[in-house]
Structures are given as C-alpha cells and as structure tokens.
C-alpha cells in the first residue's frame, strides 16, 4: 500500500506518500465544497491568489513563500475549493506555517476586485460572440437545464458589486466544510500530521456538501434537437447526447472497447467517417464519459464542428453512425493491444497517487483498477464491442444541439432526426 492514511481530525484525512525522487514536498488541501454550494467561491479563489494574510500584504505574503522556495495556488471547481502548494521540504513548517495564515486570515484589498470584474466582463461579452462558446453554454442547458453553469451563476450587475469583504467570507466558509489534504515527500506521517494540526485550523464539526460529484442529467425519452439560430455563423458546432446506465467496475472495459473503436482519436469511426472520407468537420469526436461516482450514468456525448452548408449532412453522418454502425471486426486486436499497452505506461506519478486512489475508490475499486481491468483486456472480442453497442447506443433516443445559421439549414429534413425545440441565444446566459 503506498499511502498511508491518518486522520487530522473529525472530517479531514492526511493521505501521505513517499517521494523517492527529490526533495520537492507537494501538498493540497481539498475542501469538499464548490461553487455549486458557495457561488462566490468562483470569485473568491481568484480573488485569494490577489489577498495577503494576518499582517502580510499581498507582495509580502508572496516574499515570504519566495524567500522558502515554495509556490502556491487556489482554485475551485464545482465540488472542490483547492490550496495546492509546492517547496522545499526543509522549509515545510514555516510553510505550513504561511499556509495555516491564509486559511485563518485571509485578506484582501477592494482595489484588486476590478481585476476580478474586468475579467469577467470580458469572458461574458466573449462567450456570445463564437459558435463554439455558444455550443458549450447549449450543451449545459440541454444536460442540466437550469442548474447549468452558465445560468446558475452570479449575474454580472452582482459581479460587479463584488466586495472584497464578502470573497473573503465565502473563502473561509469553504475552510469550514469536510476535506482531505494529500502529502507526498519524505517526512513521516506522524511528523506531517502534527505540523498541520499546529499550523492549520480546521473547523470542530467540519460541514458535509450534500452537491453530488456526478451533476445530474436530464432525461430524454425521444429523438431531440435543440437548435439555437446564430444568423450569419459560418460554421456550425453540434453535440451529440445520449443517457447511459449506471456505472460498475464490470462494465469499465467494455466501455473503453467501444469508446475506443467508435471515437477513439484517428482510428475512430467517428473521425474517419465524418472528416476523412467526407471532409466534413474541421473537428469531431465522442465517447461515453465514466461518472466520477459508481452507480451514476455512463453517458455519450459526440461533437461535431462543421460549415455551416454541410451542418445536415455531417448530422445525417453521425446519426447513421448511431443507428447504423459500421463493422470492422478487424480492428479488435489493435483496440486490444491498444488498452493493454495504456493501462501498464498511463500509470499515475507518485505525486499524483493519492488522488489517483481516492478517485478510485469513489468510483467503485477496492484497489487499482488495472489489476482488474488487465485480464480482462485480453478477452474482448468483436462481440464486447457490439453488444455494448446494441444495448447502449443503436435503440437510445438521441439529442443533437445545435448552433447554426437557420438560413443554412433545411429545417424541414432537420426535423426527420427528433422533435425540434428551438431555444434563444439569450435563454442560455445569465446577464
């Protein structure tokens, strides 16, 4: 086993493992909530990488970490709010020490809040002016309706009333929740362990964020399209959805098999198909994406950009792929050396295990996942391939969303594909 575990306190794990390379220490603290819980959180870890702490203003605060060789940053995603640091091991009790500072006294100048603003008001003016930030904002509302990031977010007028104040709260309000911090370097566990109780506060009855790690997903029971009319759009951008099962570790390689075979890079159908024998996408792809949770679906989704002239054609290609999929029973052996091959040099770095393991476990492994999917590489057939395929993909109602110039496009044969729902550009966005 090589992580060691330990608990800092109620909620808060240590997982530790040795790096047998240097004497570079990494470290993150992963507070379990995200901006999905704490919308501000988004501004906040931002506004974080700005802030000074106790006494130290920003530029001391920074020549502090300088003068001990260490670096670090702070970020969140939807789940997570992440501390991430890196130094010399020698110095890591005054790191710990500086790090324990921004978590108990984190400050942040008003002034620095502009810069957070004119960031955000650049990327919402930006996000409507491309068919492909457009496409991203539609998958999001045809996945999660309107829990979709873009609309479940701050609206700009509150962006820009953003207090310093107020980033600094939400930050700390992270600081209170569950977490997990993962070590690796040389220092023991039990010396680890104890240097982070003396230097970094954790709360008494840390809170549990009841957000799941798999956002949930719309369910569709008929063939759809939602079309979003982007008048003068040269080129079209189209998703392709399709819900899936829930996931267990048995299924795992059957999945990579067919993901492989049908969008796996250049020797996938998809890519094959859709640009090379009929040049009609400067780009296209899909596979079905593993949840991060066992027992959450497994679910599809394919992606086409194409001329604008060509967007019926390259969907009518996709579709034939999805009803109809061309059989290279041929090409088994090459997926199966394929998979085998990544599984044994796709191996996490000792500073990436931790996480890799914990990732694991939540997905359902009791220990790493290639001992149990490497024996079972080497029985797939054509049938894993296809039988996953009949069961998964050919009978399934489908979604296309669409971004395009309506001008362009043959509405009456778009229609032959699904129900057709059109939606406005501005119904995607939050101001």
């Given at each position: 086993?090589?992580?060691?575990?330990?608990?800092?306190?109620?909620?808060?794990?240590?997982?530790?493992?040795?790096?047998?390379?240097?004497?570079?220490?990494?470290?993150?603290?992963?507070?379990?909530?995200?901006?999905?819980?704490?919308?501000?959180?988004?501004?906040?870890?931002?506004?974080?990488?700005?802030?000074?702490?106790?006494?130290?203003?920003?530029?001391?605060?920074?020549?502090?970490?300088?003068?001990?060789?260490?670096?670090?940053?702070?970020?969140?995603?939807?789940?997570?709010?992440?501390?991430?640091?890196?130094?010399?091991?020698?110095?890591?009790?005054?790191?710990?020490?500086?790090?324990?500072?921004?978590?108990?006294?984190?400050?942040?100048?008003?002034?620095?809040?502009?810069?957070?603003?004119?960031?955000?008001?650049?990327?919402?003016?930006?996000?409507?002016?491309?068919?492909?930030?457009?496409a991203?904002?539609?998958l999001?509302?045809?996945?999660?309706?309107?829990?979709?990031?873009?609309?479940?977010?701050?609206?700009?007028?509150?962006?820009?009333?953003?207090?310093?104040?107020?980033?600094?709260?939400?930050?700390?309000?992270?600081?209170?929740?569950?977490?997990?911090?993962?070590?690796?370097?040389?220092?023991?566990?039990?010396?680890?362990?104890?240097?982070?109780?003396?230097?970094i506060?954790?709360?008494?009855?840390?809170?549990?964020?009841?957000?799941?790690?798999?956002?949930?997903?719309?369910?569709?029971?008929?063939?759809?399209?939602?079309?979003?009319?982007?008048?003068?759009?040269?080129?079209?951008?189209?998703?392709?959805?399709?819900?899936?099962?829930?996931?267990?570790k048995?299924?795992?390689?059957?999945?990579?098999?067919?993901?492989?075979?049908?969008?796996?890079?250049?020797?996938?159908?998809?890519?094959?198909?859709?640009?090379?024998?009929?040049?009609?996408?400067?780009?296209?792809?899909?596979?079905?994406?593993m949840?991060?949770?066992?027992?959450?679906?497994?679910?599809?989704?394919?992606?086409?950009?194409?001329?604008?002239?060509?967007?019926?054609?390259?969907?009518?290609?996709?579709?034939?792929?999805?009803?109809?999929?061309?059989?290279?029973?041929?090409?088994?052996?090459?997926?199966?050396?394929?998979?085998?091959?990544?599984?044994?040099?796709?191996?996490?770095?000792?500073?990436?295990?931790a996480?890799?393991?914990e990732?694991?476990?939540?997905?359902?492994?009791?220990?790493?996942?290639?001992?149990?999917?490497?024996?079972?590489?080497?029985?797939?057939?054509?049938?894993?391939?296809?039988?996953?395929?009949?069961?998964?993909?050919?009978?399934?109602?489908?979604?296309?969303?669409?971004?395009?110039?309506?001008?362009?496009?043959?509405?009456?044969?778009?229609?032959?594909?699904?129900?057709i729902?059109?939606?406005k550009?501005?119904?995607?966005?939050?101001?």
């Amino acid at each position: 086993e090589a992580v060691e575990r330990s608990t800092i306190c109620n909620g808060i794990e240590l997982l530790r493992v040795e790096n047998p390379l240097n004497d570079v220490f990494s470290l993150t603290i992963e507070y379990k909530v995200g901006d999905a819980a704490i919308p501000m959180l988004e501004y906040a870890s931002q506004g974080m990488a700005m802030g000074g702490a106790g006494d130290y203003s920003v530029s001391q605060l920074k020549e502090e970490f300088a003068k001990i060789g260490t670096s670090y940053s702070i970020w969140s995603t939807r789940n997570s709010t992440y501390i991430d640091i890196q130094g010399l091991e020698a110095n890591l009790p005054r790191t710990l020490e500086l790090v324990g500072l921004i978590v108990s006294n984190p400050t942040l100048d008003q002034a620095k809040i502009k810069t957070i603003i004119d960031g955000e008001k650049t990327n919402r003016k930006m996000e409507r002016s491309e068919p492909d930030n457009v496409a991203q904002a539609l998958l999001e509302y045809g996945l999660y309706s309107n829990e979709s990031s873009y609309l479940n977010r701050l609206p700009l007028k509150q962006v820009k009333k953003l207090q310093a104040a107020d980033l600094v709260a939400a930050f700390k309000k992270a600081t209170t929740y569950t977490g997990q911090i993962r070590f690796s370097g040389k220092t023991s566990l039990a010396s680890v362990s104890d240097m982070v109780k003396q230097y970094i506060p954790f709360a008494e009855n840390p809170a549990t964020d009841a957000t799941l790690l798999d956002q949930p997903t719309q369910q569709y029971t008929e063939n759809t399209i939602l079309f979003v009319n982007k008048p003068k759009a040269r080129q079209s951008k189209m998703f392709v959805f399709v819900n899936g099962q829930p996931f267990t570790k048995d299924k795992a390689v059957a999945i990579e098999a067919f993901n492989n075979y049908f969008g796996g890079g250049f020797n996938g159908l998809i890519l094959q198909e859709i640009r090379e024998y009929r040049s009609l996408a400067y780009s296209a792809g899909g596979s079905f994406r593993m949840p991060r949770q066992a027992g959450k679906p497994y679910n599809f989704v394919g992606y086409v950009g194409t001329q604008a002239d060509k967007t019926l054609i390259a969907m009518e290609t996709f579709d034939g792929l999805i009803r109809n999929m061309p059989e290279k029973p041929e090409r088994t052996g090459m997926i199966r050396s394929y998979l085998q091959l990544s599984a044994q040099t796709d191996r996490p770095s000792f500073r990436g295990l931790a996480a890799s393991v914990e990732r694991w476990k939540i997905q359902g492994y009791d220990k790493d996942p290639v001992l149990y999917k490497l024996p079972e590489y080497k029985n797939i057939t054509w049938e894993t391939i296809k039988n996953f395929y009949t069961a998964e993909m050919q009978y399934k109602p489908v979604v296309y969303m669409i971004v395009g110039d309506k001008k362009s496009i043959d509405m009456k044969e778009l229609a032959k594909y699904g129900k057709i729902v059109e939606i406005k550009e501005k119904a995607l966005f939050t101001k």
